[in-house]
């Protein structure tokens, strides 16, 4: 679960959203493992078995880290921001450290430039992912080389996160798992 609330958020379903971004980001194995305090502290490169974290919360570690031959990156966090944009955010926002609750504003702020919040809130996440797809490079679409989740995956993990989707969603969502199961 993100660390901020539901009402700072803008509802639960936002928190929901924050989790699945995370899931999608991280993994379920690095976000259960305690010492990564549920990702905040994941620096990209981590792999269940070879962590590397961040060693506090003071501020971005700005760290490149080569991800395979020719890409380097410097994301960190639960949703792994990268370290170019984070002194905007972190002026912008008023962010006094790169800790949970920073993270998960930054990350609510980039949902927010992407026009997608009103979208979450409404449970209109098919969308909102489609639309956030060029900031998290696991979301389907995204393009960066790097695996991709499905659409299917993502509001399944929306809804153990306890999100509500809408009818249309939904209706997918439940057709999507049929068309598995048959």
Known sequence: ?????PQAAGGKNVCAFLD????AEIGKP???DPRTDDGYRVIVGSIPSKLILLDNYADH???SVKVRKGL???AAGRYQQLSRFWPHYR???GL???????????AIQQIREQRALPLIQAGEIAEAIHRCRNIW???PGAGYGQHEHSVERLLLEFKRAQGELCESDQTWYDRAKLRRAA
């Open 1 to 5: 679960m993100p660390r901020i609330t």
């Open 20 to 23: 699945v971004l995370a899931f």
């Open 30 to 32: 690095m976000l259960k």
């Open 61 to 63: 570690p700005r760290r």
């Open 72 to 74: 380097y990156s410097t």
């Open 91 to 93: 002026d912008q926002l």
């Open 96 to 106: 006094p450290d790169f800790g949970p609750l920073s993270q998960d504003r930054c």
């Open 137 to 139: 490079a696991s979301l």
